[in-house]
């Protein structure tokens, strides 16, 4: 007879299912675009419309590991969400604001110094 999975997962002990749990969290927060595109409940051609870009030349940038950081910034602009880089160091983490600063510049036409 099959068992059900949480009688299965109540009898674990303490530290496999703080195990489990740290997994679950780092599959939830750790994600290749293709897969955040699917989570996010959004179709190749609903993302690709929204960039302005045909379906395959989105495939061919999900599948690419050496991005631009503005056009993964526009693919997650895209999603609803918003692109922090962060360095994590062994003493703490540091938000990277140089992107963001040059992004808003930019956008703003009259910030940007005439030479």
């Known amino acids: 007879m099959a068992k059900n999975f ?22 939830l927060t750790e994600q290749p675009i293709h897969e955040l595109q699917q989570a996010r409940y959004l179709s190749q051609e609903q993302l ?11 495939s061919q940038l999900e599948r690419d590991t050496d991005i631009y950081i503005s056009t993964l910034r526009s693919y997650i602009e895209a999603m609803g969400g918003k692109l922090d ?19 808003e510049m930019q956008l703003n036409n009259d910030s940007i110094p005439v030479t």
Do not use: C, Y
Not at 9 to 26: F, G, M, P
Not at 50 to 57: G, Q
């Open 48 to 58: 690709a419309n929204v960039l302005f870009m045909e379906p395959d030349n989105l």
């Open 85 to 103: 880089i962060i360095a994590n160091f062994p003493d703490g983490e540091v938000r990277i604001k140089q992107f963001t600063e040059i992004n």
């Open 6 to 27: 949480i009688d299965l997962h109540n009898i674990r002990s303490t530290k496999a299912k703080a195990h489990v749990e740290k997994r679950v969290r780092r599959a």
